[in-house]
């Protein structure tokens, strides 16, 4: 239980274009999902939170207007990286948690997909 | 700010030699520690989760505990399969809200 589905796992895409990226909760719903990015030897950097049927929370630093966050059902959020730079290359995974998995599922664990390698050229 | 270090970052085992990973934490309000195993390329798979200090927890060849400053990740007899990066995240009510806060990793190589 508790998939997480991530698309595409790579892609490339040349300067100035966008990208989306789709995170599906596939066995459970969840009212919030995360959006992370991860750099090499560091941690793992939450860079917005996902509220279904209302405006992404994005962290400090983090350009809204460039990672726009779209969370339109209980299983699907999506990251779309508009006019991409190579300095937007990484690695970004996304992540939820079984909004109604009883007693404790405020505080259960993060699921996780597997990830999006994103190369801009 | 809440802060996790992992130690060490990097540890080399041969097959079979047992030995710990260490999550040190500094959270006000913790809700929860996750541990993570990671493969090269893969998202973070969930291992565990501990809730309160004296908590075990074990499946297979990993066992976790945790205390009121950290957290062990113990590994016994070791595999090469068990080969990855292992993260260690805490939970804490942050200004009304859940957030969760990540380690660096510590990346284990067993060798065969």
């Known amino acids: 239980g508790a998939v997480v589905s991530q698309h595409p796992s790579r892609v490339i895409c040349k300067s100035g274009t966008s990208v989306k990226i789709e995170c599906r909760s596939l066995d459970f719903q969840a009212t919030t999902m995360f959006w992370y990015r991860q750099f090499p030897k560091k941690s793992l950097m939450l860079m917005a939170t996902s509220n279904e049927g209302s405006k992404a929370t994005y962290e400090q630093g983090v350009e809204k207007d460039k990672f726009l966050i779209n969370h339109a059902s209980l299983t699907l959020s999506t990251l779309t990286v508009t006019s991409a730079h190579p300095e937007d290359s990484s690695f970004y995974i996304c992540?939820?948690?079984?909004?109604?998995?009883?007693?404790?599922?405020?505080?259960?664990?993060?699921?996780f997909g597997n990830g999006t390698r994103l190369t801009v050229t | 700010e809440d802060q996790v270090t992992q130690s060490p970052e990097a540890l080399r085992l041969q097959e079979g030699e047992s030995s710990s990973l260490n999550c040190s934490y500094t959270?006000?309000?913790?809700?929860?520690l996750f541990w993570y195993r990671q493969d090269p390329g893969k998202g973070p798979e969930f291992l565990f989760t501990?809730?309160?200090a004296g908590e075990e927890k074990e499946k297979e060849r990993l066992k976790a505990t945790l205390t009121k400053k950290e957290s062990f990740l113990h590994i016994t007899a070791p595999k090469p399969e068990d080969s990855a990066t292992y993260l260690c995240?805490?939970?804490?009510?942050?200004?009304?809200?859940?957030?969760?806060?990540f380690g660096i990793g510590t990346k284990l190589q067993v060798i065969p």
């Open positions: 992540s939820a948690r079984d909004s109604f998995g009883g007693d404790r599922a405020y505080n259960s664990p993060l699921h």
């Open positions: 501990l809730y309160s």
């Open positions: 995240a805490v939970q804490a009510n942050s200004g009304g809200y859940q957030k969760v806060t």
């Open positions: 959270v006000s309000g913790l809700r929860g």
